[in-house]
């Protein structure tokens, strides 16, 4: 009965300390995930200032999945529509004048420059060229398709 008594008051006291050192370890914070995504773009910083539509991708050379949204905006060129790439070591002031903190980010702006959607990594296809029609021709995309 004495054995018992002496495990049972080692136990208690093993889990007092480990409750006042976990007490004592800083919490770990959690990561911050919020991104800046700019609202309006000027227009005169990318190629074809007068077309309606602007699809802008900001990337990075050494990002895998920006290759395949490059590879899914590029379609999106028409005459309505400018498409370009910005690749942050070819054109670090424009990724810094617009603070984009994570890639890929798409922007689709209109005329006036005003981002109507944006893609923060990547997006499929079919979601990115869904914004770009509903945008062009509101009405497009069924209402019961809308996120």
Not at 2 to 17: K, N, Q, S, T
Not at 23 to 37: G, N, S
Not at 98 to 117: F, K
Not at 126 to 132: K, N
Request: hydrophobic share 45%.
């Amino acid at each position: 009965m004495e054995r018992l008594v002496i495990v049972v008051v080692v136990g208690l006291v093993a889990v007092v300390v480990a409750a006042v050192v976990q007490r004592r370890q800083p919490a770990t914070a959690p990561a911050d995930t919020d991104y800046h995504i700019s609202t309006q773009l000027h227009r005169g910083d990318f190629e074809r200032p007068d077309a309606p539509w602007l699809v802008v991708l900001f990337t990075s050379a050494t990002c895998r999945s920006c290759q395949g949204m490059w590879d899914k905006a590029r379609h999106l060129e028409s005459d309505v529509v400018a498409v370009q790439q910005i690749e942050v070591t070819e054109a670090k002031e424009i990724h810094e004048r617009y603070r984009i903190d994570g890639i890929p980010t798409t922007l689709v702006a209109d005329a006036e420059g005003v981002v109507q959607r944006s893609f923060m990594g990547p997006a499929t296809a079919t979601d990115l060229w869904a914004a770009v029609a509903e945008l062009r021709e509101p009405g497009t995309i069924p209402d019961d398709c809308h996120e």
